[in-house]
């Protein structure tokens, strides 16, 4: 079977950035941006992203198009052992297919904010997503959009809706963040996000901004591996790499400043956590004087479009395995990953009020206690299991294979990896000390800081 391919470097980016870019960016990077001083979280972060991000996205695409297969494929033909095929592969089939699980019960909110926020339908957050009726359509709907787009395959499916909701979604950004820094006391809030304020800067404020820089770029998911594993020979893996953390980096950076002005023109905490989109920010767009509706709505298909990116791109990991391991059909993978990952995220859709034994249940772990089905899912497929996966690859390319070989795949396409720059020292060389040294090393360090031991 002929393996697919993307039909263009700007396509390629734009699947891959949207694979990075999702909930994590626009919810998750302003709410950890308020809890940990603002402008000194974001600067920290901006260096993480520099420092770690993009020598271990660098990484994954490498691997992947060395390969020329899913992740498991990936780890087993290069010769790895069945330790790293689990723990570089299979673990990373895993995380896409049961952080989908829960990640479309999220995007299906945003579905169900963006309606009530058109039509000013006032809604108790809490109360909305404790409600089963509302919940399980909203969640189904967003899983059936996702499938359909993966069934059009790399360049006629995910490739062609990327060249479409990425451009898009960076014009609704831009509409929202018009209203919000031009709102009457806006200028607070921007420059608490802008202006570090370095004595805010502590181990807790660099380890949080190491994981999100971690986890916002989608490393550790098997996603880029499987991406990078369409591309052609000839195309430049650090040029394209580059400008999927940009983008990235750019929506997140963006997401910020899209909430933040707003946040302290009404006179509200920017430490609201989690809560901060779907409680602060409707209360927000009902206070605007004219057309917060509008922008309201806006801001939730932005959210929307923003999972839908993210969402396609994990359905596609478990899906090219059962392709490429398995010899199924596109259409027949897409659909088993797209039904299964609904049924498996049926406990979480329930889990915040719509069923006790799904919300009641809890865990402890490392010392903290995680309640409910989908926080105990968060906790183990969209934090812990990441973590293990992004250094079982590192470690692998670094030490078990001949890591020359994936510097030398980033560099076909690309040649001035292997031109001596200073002192005979080539980008290459760099890129190969990072991969050995410094990120397994930066891995740890949020490994150990999340087993509770800092």
Request: with cysteine; net charge neutral; hydrophobic share 55%.
């Amino acid at each position: 079977m002929a393996r697919d391919n993307w039909g263009s470097k700007f396509g390629f980016v734009m699947a891959a950035a949207g694979s990075a870019v999702g909930l994590g960016n626009i919810w998750r990077f302003p709410y950890l941006t308020g809890e940990n001083g603002g402008g000194a979280f974001v600067f920290v972060y901006f260096i993480c992203i520099l420092l770690v991000g993009a020598p271990l996205l660098f990484n994954e695409m490498g691997l992947g198009r060395f390969s020329r297969k899913n992740p498991v494929g990936a780890f087993k033909d290069t010769g790895g052992s069945k330790f790293w095929v689990f723990g570089g592969g299979i673990l990373s089939l895993c995380v896409s297919f049961f952080v989908l699980s829960y990640y479309g019960v999220i995007a299906g909110w945003t579905i169900g904010y963006m309606y009530t926020a058109l039509f000013d339908i006032p809604l108790d957050f809490d109360v909305f997503r404790a409600n089963p009726v509302a919940i399980l359509p909203l969640f189904g709907i967003f899983m059936a959009a996702s499938t359909l787009i993966v069934l059009g395959g790399i360049s006629g499916g995910i490739e062609k809706a990327a060249k479409i909701m990425m451009p898009v979604l960076f014009i609704l950004l831009i509409v929202v963040i018009i209203r919000s820094v031009t709102l009457p006391g806006a200028m607070a809030g921007i420059e608490y996000y802008l202006v570090p304020d370095f004595s805010k800067i502590g181990a807790g404020t660099i380890l949080a901004a190491l994981g999100q820089a971690f986890f916002s770029m989608s490393i550790g998911w098997g996603m880029m591996i499987t991406y990078g594993s369409y591309l052609p020979k000839d195309s430049n893996i650090v040029s394209s790499g580059l400008w999927v953390g940009i983008m990235d980096t750019g929506v997140a950076l963006l997401g910020g400043l899209m909430i933040f002005p707003a946040v302290f023109a009404f006179g509200m905490q920017p430490d609201q956590g989690p809560t901060l989109v779907f409680k602060i920010l409707p209360v927000i767009f009902e206070s605007l004087p004219a057309g917060g509706n509008i922008i309201g709505a806006f801001f939730f298909l932005l959210l929307c479009l923003a999972a839908l990116t993210s969402s396609i791109a994990m359905i596609e990991v478990p899906a090219s395995f059962f392709i490429d391991n398995k010899n199924w059909s596109r259409k027949k993978a897409a659909w088993v990953v797209g039904i299964a990952a609904t049924v498996v995220g049926l406990p979480s859709a329930l889990s915040s009020g719509g069923a006790d034994i799904f919300t009641n249940v809890s865990i402890t772990v490392f010392g903290n206690t995680y309640g409910g089905v989908m926080d105990i899912m968060d906790f183990f497929f969209g934090t812990f299991f990441i973590v293990i996966v992004a250094l079982m690859t590192c470690l692998y390319t670094g030490w078990v294979m001949d890591v020359t070989k994936i510097s030398d795949e980033i560099a076909e396409g690309a040649p001035f990896f292997k031109k001596e720059l200073v002192v005979g020292i080539t980008p290459a060389a760099i890129w190969r000390f990072f991969i050995r040294f410094v990120c397994p090393a930066v891995i740890g360090l949020v490994l150990i800081n999340m087993m509770g031991i800092f």
